[in-house]
């Protein structure tokens, strides 16, 4: 028996490749997601800027293990106000010295002050709560009118899609590289906002009406929770090092905060990586949402055919097709 | 400030509870999903079976504390063959000494013996492929037939539901307790499949027409891989101590597999809890699916009407549904 996994081992690989060479015949089997995104040509990788990435250095593992986190702040269209508290407070510094103080299993690790002490910088924005949507742009909405409802918006030109119907908002999609959802209009442009999907950060807050500052940061860690769609802003989202906060021990206290403050893990700093010397290397490219690779890596997803899988979908959810991202070759 | 949180903390609940008082002319807020199941009566709950119960004794942390993982194993209607072989396996003792190799983030973690060298017990079942679907049972199709289809199935009797639709399925609901999906037959039943939400335990296998034995099992943990469905068998869920998985260091070989043996964690014992002591205090129970405080359970997931919530979603997926799960009070 080759070794158990669920998606094609190496060994498996090798394995359809010698069947394959004693029926030269067959056709090629149908490319895995990651095949097709490895043969992506270059011209379909973009590079996120460096202005778009929030490094969090965490105090190291047992045993002295770095732990970096890297996060990507949503680019607009997408971005809403929050995310200039965001950087306003990395280029301050505020979060270095602060921690993280709340890991609640299949659901958020939250960090920032753990006294709720600390002063923020000033010139914070006040955002109100309707800056958790935004209008739909005029070139999306066109993208939207050439597709059918309570779909998925694919890539331009919009093809036949499988089913990517989203019970949450009458259509979901990416746009600037981030997955969305939103709502038809009627006489009006309608609206769209990004979604709580695995690994993306958001802006903990207190009760309606307030919006948080951006001070306190999640990131989630289990199935999307799509009920926070429109009732947390959104910021951006985990790139790299994700593990670093995914494998914490969770917190035993009400919603998985830590009860006592050893169990906090430091965060030594937070820093935009173009404040950064080149040196610490911090080039990644994520795959063009509008690019023919992707909306293929999209179908792919959605219909798995490679060999491993004996039943394809035949639709996927918007969280259940993670825009790839790499570091840059 | 106070504590910022993701739902109700309690000082805000304690606040919500207060500004009534000060005006009793107002309704009660909306209960939030856990405050439904809280007040669900002691009828609407099922004691789970000591032999549905899988208790996975892990080598105990560093610190010498205890981690055990809580596995519930699918009952009928839904369990497929490999159950009994899951059941064997435990009689067998067949885990004891063997180690969880593989945590991918996002994923899974997957345990058994990794020589894969020992043998297994006599008598397992060859498990066809054609056991990933079931033909959808009479009764069940009774209630399909009230609802409209590429929706969610309510427990009996249907009402108008909110939007649960399936980008993967006809339908999606729940059967038996656990969540399932399926596709509707034209002349014949249908068919119905368990699906890959998270928590929920699978057999690892090779490549089809492989089915696996059984012997190799993972756990869903992060957002819900439901490509994976009618291609993997699923024999149940874990319901309590799945932090002592998901909180592992993320394994480094290909597909999150340890490099190192020393990195895998020893499973101390597998044992069915009608084979323990009643010592072992295992008493667990379900809130029924078919229940009345079920459904007002899910369309509360759906439709979060709770003070911290601002915009209802108006629907859910199946997986962001979770079925309530409790230690018998």
């Not at 998606?7 to 359809?16: K, S």
């Not at 394959?20 to 973009?46: C, L, M, N, R």
């Not at 903990?204 to 009406?209: L, N, T």
Request: net charge neutral; aromatic share 6%; proline share 12%.
């Amino acid at each position: 028996m080759r070794p158990p996994a669920l998606t094609i081992p190496l060994a498996a690989a090798l394995a359809a490749a010698s069947a394959t060479a004693q029926a030269p015949a067959s056709p090629a089997p149908p490319p895995a997601p990651s095949e097709i995104v490895g043969k992506a040509s270059a011209a379909d990788w973009i590079a996120i800027a460096p202005s778009d990435l929030m490094v969090m250095e965490l105090a190291p593992a047992s045993g002295g293990k770095a732990r970096r986190v890297v996060i990507q702040l949503m680019p607009a269209p997408v971005a809403g106000p929050h995310v200039g508290n965001v950087r306003a407070l990395a280029k301050a510094h505020w979060w270095d010295g602060t921690s993280i103080n709340r890991v609640q299993d299949n659901y958020v690790v939250q960090w920032g002050d753990a006294t709720e002490k600390k002063a923020l910088p000033e010139g914070l924005a006040a955002v109100p709560e309707a800056a958790y949507e935004m209008p739909i742009p005029a070139d999306y909405a066109a993208l939207l009118a050439q597709v059918s409802t309570r779909g998925f918006v694919p890539p331009s030109p919009p093809r036949l899609p499988p089913d990517y119907g989203d019970p949450y908002a009458d259509f979901a999609g990416f746009l600037g590289g981030f997955p969305i959802a939103g709502q038809l209009g009627s006489g009006s442009p309608g609206s769209l906002w990004p979604v709580h999907c695995y690994a993306m950060v958001g802006v903990g807050r207190d009760m309606s009406p307030n919006t948080g500052t951006g001070a306190e940061l999640y990131t989630v860690i289990g199935h999307a929770p799509r009920h926070l769609d429109r009732n947390i802003a959104l910021v951006g989202r985990v790139i790299e090092g994700i593990e670093h906060l995914t494998s914490l021990p969770r917190g035993t206290g009400a919603l998985g905060f830590y009860e006592k403050p050893a169990e906090r893990v430091t965060i030594r700093s937070v820093r935009l990586a173009s404040e950064m010397p080149p040196a610490a290397d911090l080039k990644f490219q994520q795959l063009s949402t509008d690019s023919d690779s992707f909306e293929a890596y999209a179908i792919a997803r959605a219909n798995r055919r490679d060999p491993f899988f004996i039943k394809p979908a035949g639709g996927a959810d918007i969280c259940n097709v993670p825009v790839p991202v790499r570091r840059a070759p």
